[in-house]
């Protein structure tokens, strides 16, 4: 076969380049320690999410010192945690200088999970998880969207990641509030707050109860991993409450804990008894619907 | 429409035919597609971060 | 010497209508275009946001389907009739697989069209891709299956061409255009294979309701085990006009022919065993079968770079036949004022540079810059989008007059088209490429978001936008110029005076080519080897995680709900149990 001298130079300068192509990714492979999304974890129901030990327990969870896995569900079409910009659901919240574990599923369809302008992109794929090890370095949000059609609603379909500084960050949540059915006009109440701290660390949460138009804080000290109360003994016959016939409070903890903030505050109401008890079966069902007001 | 015969000057062989204009064009498409390749690799894509890291 | 359609008249009928039937695709195609790139850019919205899915489908589905793979049967079977000169064996066999791709059109067309309207529950918005669990309308999944089949039986057309020939002339080389359509329909055959199994197993009978679930990992990498080697069959009849038209324009001749034979070889080889390059990013498969996928793709550019130098030098042969002088001097010999000519060269240069992000796209972890970006549909417009669909334009003006026999409306407006055509996907696809580096994602509708923005480093999102939008204004335009220079063509006078059909002899001729390039069956023995290297570990790990038949999970939107279903679920069940053991069982062996 009769080849032109300078098509076997061409032929051999291809060659090159193909090989500096392969070496350039496998550096960056096993050089720079990027990794593919991968086959490392097992199939998944994806009818049966809630059921699964990770994403019966959506969010974030810290594993070790400056680590954590964030369990993520994509559906049509939100990212629970992530799609906040709308109030659907809570956004990520990790601290900065974290390394974090993503790990991605879908009940339905073929989803991506993409945080945008950054390399931290996946395929999400019904019955497989995803499950991506990024560096949080800077304080900052990013963006997230869903680059994979997945019907009607797919450009909608976004979320926040928010990066906060580490001492912003908490894992508190408000586990329960012991607080009275309802009370005598002008008697003092108490409140009793639990908060759990699922960091594996100690530390300090600010406790705020707001009661009628009042706001009253407790600092208290919670260890790693576990739980601690605080009381607050509030004086009905201080507050401002005109003519209610029920005064609300809400329990909060730790501004900086978006991450639970589903489960960051608590509500309820009490019932103010006068000279009748006539609104005893309404205060209930108020209790009921309250927020985990009384678990 | 053909341009078959009509407007050539000269009939060249294969022997004859040195295609120097060949190789200037795709020397410099070379030349491209490394500098673009080292571009996109090293600055766009290592200096887009967050990158996915193994587990450590 | 004569036109080919006095050598051809019956022949010249049915290419005709392939021809027509591909430029019909091509206009409605367009119109779909428009639509969405104003819409996505915002400057024009004439439809719910929902709806884009549709148009978008039908875009996709009608140009990479329909317009390319219409036109390439009309040129391939002009390929072989015109390099054996003999006719087809069987014209009534030739229109049947005719007809049988035109209904697979027609039924996969109505299933997406009428998601326009919400007079019937039947849908397709699924996509180009229909990833399970999107679900399409059963009837959209028949008019693929039929189409091709349609395929199949061409390809059977002109290897019984190649067959008979073969019996009258034993000893002589197959002629260079039907070894090139040979090998790609045998590439075609091995990679159909893929989607007639996505489809025929699984998402038809799941569409009917005869099983209850799909793995959506396995149909998606059935998908692209067909997905990847379809984007070659669009290209190799472009690479084929390169190789024997672009120097027959040039006003020279084919560098070299045994070279060009390689590089068909070579496609036959690499095209299949390279699909998982589309799911880097997929969980459920493993690093290492996306990295054997990245070495096997990154080999498939050596042909195509093997090509580029070819088709120059033969180029460069035609202009310095016709004077051109100098290390690029030669360049402005060359007959730019041929808009076949120009379209084919503008196509190439612009292949050039779809070829570079191509090789961004094929790189293992860089594809977590541009996945499913902005930047894929910048990459596929120059490839597919003007190398194949401008190379394609480019020769209809030198075939539809050879098919018709009528004499070309316009060779000026064809010229001011072909142009057109380049600066409109200039702009377009260079500003998607750069929207896709920001993040942009491809196949949304409105891509503005509540909680974020794009960030810039150079120029705003607005400009990136209005680029997209002028491209494709201008790319619109372009189509329509084409079309209305071809429609007037077909209803021209009878040009006396067209030139020959003849393919000029190649510089290096077939002799000079090893025989063992003529070996088909060889190299269709090696590139079945190596997809099944490439392809059975996959395969086989992606059952064995999920089960034939998935983990569980329903259809989107549910077509059918059929009470039968139980008994399939059971055989699936029972199948996937088999697999499951005969993997543990070849494990034990091993």
Known sequence: MNIHNYEKLWLIAAMLLIIGFIVTITYGSVGLGIAMIDDSEETIDPNALEDHERFGDLGVHQTGDGEYDVNIRAYQFNFEPGSSALGVHDPIVVPENSEVTLYVTSPDVIHSFSVVGTNANTMVVPGEISVMTVEFNEAREYGILCNEYCGSGHHGMEGVIEVVPEDEFHLFSVAGVDAPESAQAGDEVEITATVDNDALDADSAAVSLEIGEETFENELEVDAESSASTTFTVDTGALDLEDAVDIDWTVTVEDGSEATLEDGSASGSIALETDDDENDDTTDDDNDESDGGDQ | ?56 | ?590
């Open chain 3, 1 to 590: 010497m004569s036109a080919y359609i006095d050598q051809f008249p019956e022949e010249a009928k049915v290419i005709r209508s392939a021809f027509y039937a591909s430029f019909f695709a091509l206009a409605l195609g367009a119109a779909f275009g428009l639509i969405q790139t104003l819409h996505r850019t915002d400057f024009v919205r004439i439809i719910p946001a929902e709806m884009y899915y549709t148009v978008l489908t039908a875009h996709g589905v009608l140009m990479v389907v329909t317009f390319t793979i219409f036109f390439l049967v009309a040129i391939f079977t002009w390929a072989v009739t015109t390099s054996l000169d003999r006719g087809v064996e069987d014209i009534r066999f030739t229109w049947s697989w005719y007809g049988l791709m035109t209904l697979g059109t027609a039924f996969a067309a109505i299933a997406i069209l009428a998601g326009f309207t919400d007079r019937t529950e039947i849908s397709a918005d699924v996509l180009f891709t229909f990833y399970a669990p999107l679900q399409a309308h059963p009837m959209f999944y028949v008019g693929l299956v039929l189409f091709v089949i349609g395929t199949w039986l061409a390809g059977a057309d002109w290897f019984r061409s190649w067959w008979a020939w073969k019996q009258e002339n034993p000893d002589k080389r197959i002629p260079l255009p039907t070894f090139m359509v040979l090998t790609t329909m045998i590439m075609w055959y091995l990679a159909t294979l893929g989607v007639a199994t996505s489809i025929i197993a699984f998402l038809l009978p799941w569409s009917l309701g005869l099983i209850d679930t799909v793995n959506p990992t396995l149909t998606r990498t059935l998908f692209w085990f067909w997905g990847h080697p379809v984007v070659y069959f669009w290209l190799m009849p472009a690479y084929m006009m390169w190789y024997i038209m672009l120097p027959k324009f040039s006003g020279g001749r084919l560098f070299s022919d045994p070279l060009a034979r390689v590089v068909f070889v070579l496609f036959l080889l690499l095209s299949t065993p390279v699909g998982i390059h589309h799911q880097y990013l997929d969980p459920g498969i493993a690093e290492g079968f996306k990295f054997i996928a990245m070495t096997n793709t990154m080999f498939l550019l050596l042909p195509s770079l093997l090509t580029a130098f070819t088709v120059v030098a033969s180029m460069e042969h035609g202009a310095r036949q016709r004077g051109g002088e100098g290390y690029f001097g030669w360049l402005g010999a060359l007959p730019w004022r041929d808009p076949v000519f120009t379209g084919m060269a503008l196509a190439g240069l612009m292949f050039a540079a779809g070829g570079f992000s191509g090789m961004i796209n094929a790189g293992m972890n860089i594809n977590y810059l541009v996945h499913n970006s902005l930047w894929v549909p910048g990459h596929f417009h120059l490839t597919v989008g003007t190398a194949v669909a401008l190379t394609f334009m480019a020769v209809s003006y030198y075939f539809i007059p050879q098919v018709t026999g009528r004499r070309l409306a316009s060779k000026q407006i064809a010229l001011v088209q072909v142009v057109m055509w380049f600066v409109g996907m200039t702009f377009m696809s260079n500003a998607m490429h750069r929207g896709g580096l920001l993040g942009m994602p491809r196949r949304t509708a409105e891509p503005e978001y509540a909680g974020f923005q794009f960030e810039t480093a150079i120029g705003t999102v607005g400009e990136l936008n209005a680029q997209i939008a002028l491209g494709g204004v201008l790319l619109t335009l372009s189509t329509l110029l084409f079309i209305v220079n071809m429609s007037i063509t077909a209803l021209n006078d009878r040009d006396d005076d067209l030139p020959s059909n003849t393919i000029p002899e190649p510089l290096s001729g077939p002799n000079e080519a090893p025989l063992v390039l003529d070996n088909l069956k060889l190299w269709t023995a090696i590139a079945v080897v190596l997809v099944i290297f490439a392809y059975s570990l996959p395969l086989a790990s992606i059952v064995e995680r999920g089960g034939l038949f998935g983990p569980g999970g329903d259809a989107f939107p549910m077509f059918l709900e059929l009470a039968d279903s139980f008994g399939f679920a059971l055989v699936g069940e029972t199948l996937s149990a088999m697999v499951s053991s005969l993997l543990e069982t070849l494990r034990t062996v091993v």
């Open chain 2, 1 to 56: 429409m053909s341009s078959d015969a009509d407007a050539l000057e000269r009939h060249i062989g294969h022997d004859e035919f040195d295609p120097v204009g060949t190789l200037a064009l795709i020397g410099i498409y070379f030349l491209i597609l490394l500098l673009m390749w080292l571009f996109m690799y090293f600055v766009e894509f290592l200096g887009n971060d967050l990158t996915v890291v193994g587990m450590i």
